[in-house]
């Protein structure tokens, strides 16, 4: 269990990398990064609890982060 906790961590922090140097993002690399980490923490303890999710945890963590990248208000869009 927690070695899916500190996947889904690293996980999630390179796709925030990715998503700000492929220019999905235009947030700066660490609150992309911290946004990131954050849906998949969310998504983690709400799989855990509700045992949801969308395969194996490295899955749910990237839909997570990805996910949270477009809920999350970013810094104007153009």
């Known amino acids: 269990m927690f070695l899916a906790l500190f996947g889904t961590v690293v996980i999630a922090g390179i796709v ?8 999905f993002t235009h947030n700066g690399y660490l609150p992309s990064i911290i946004i990131c980490i954050g849906g998949a923490f969310l998504f983690y303890f709400v799989s855990i609890m509700f ?5 194996s945890p490295g899955v749910d963590a990237i839909l997570a982060s990805i996910g949270a990248l477009i809920i999350v208000p970013t810094h104007w869009r153009k």
Request: avoid cysteine; charged fraction near 25%.
């Open 16 to 23: 925030g990398y990715i998503s700000e140097k492929s220019g």
């Open 51 to 55: 045992r949801v999710g969308f395969g």
